[in-house]
């Protein structure tokens, strides 16, 4: 999990802000409007950037929610290549 943050996080601040989440869940083409309220819950600090460990706990939420379609969200963190 550690690696897919590092791939995303172009600009190695430690930190994906929303256009690195973006790229994170393009594959699954999301709207912008979803992935304004995912980003939103998942930045506990407030502070526009999601560290390691949010971005952990966006994974396993989303992961364990059972009206989300797994495969499109572990296909999107696979396959880096085929994403922006």
Known sequence: MKEMFTFFD????????????KKVFQAKLWN????????????IDGNSVL???EYVKLLKSLLNDENEDKTDIRNALRFPEFIG
């Open 51 to 53: 560290d390691y460990d």
């Open 32 to 43: 912008d409007k979803f992935l304004e309220d995912i980003f939103k819950n998942a930045d």
């Open 10 to 21: 172009k600009n190695n601040d430690g930190k994906l802000d929303k256009d690195e989440l």
